[in-house]
């Protein structure tokens, strides 16, 4: 059974920093995509980034872009996701989704919440 698992999301005041990570389990293969969504409260959910494993390939949507860095442990199936220079606008819960490409994720996590604040 492949799960998809989320942490690192918790309270930290404007300005400051977080690192979410994404590990997949029971997942099979060389090659896979993880993406980041969230949703905030009333909103509908957004795509943020997504990764391609092995090869690196990033891309973010202009609203992190800058301070948001994907990074991930191939061996571990693990995916980082680096959040700098957080604003209140970034509360939100996030999501990772997991597949064999980024444009294939059929798994998703729970999510974790990040709350920003002054």
């Known amino acids: 059974e492949v799960q998809v698992v989320e942490s690192g999301g918790g309270f930290v005041h404007t300005g400051g920093s977080l690192r979410l990570s994404c590990t997949l389990s029971?997942?099979?293969?060389?090659?896979?995509?993880v993406g980041w969504f969230r949703q905030a409260p009333g909103k509908e959910r957004e795509g943020i980034s997504c990764?391609?494993?092995?090869?690196?390939?990033?891309t973010y949507t202009d609203t992190v872009k800058g301070r948001f860095t994907l990074s991930s442990d191939h061996a571990k199936k693990t995916v980082y996701l680096q959040m700098n220079s957080l604003k209140p606008e970034d509360t939100a819960v996030y999501y990772c989704?997991?597949?064999?490409?980024?444009?294939?994720?059929?798994?998703w996590g729970k999510g974790t919440l990040v709350t920003v604040s002054s």
């Open positions: 990764l391609s494993s092995p090869d690196g390939t990033t």
């Open positions: 029971g997942f099979t293969g060389d090659s896979w995509g």
């Open positions: 989704a997991a597949g064999h490409a980024v444009d294939d994720m059929d798994y």
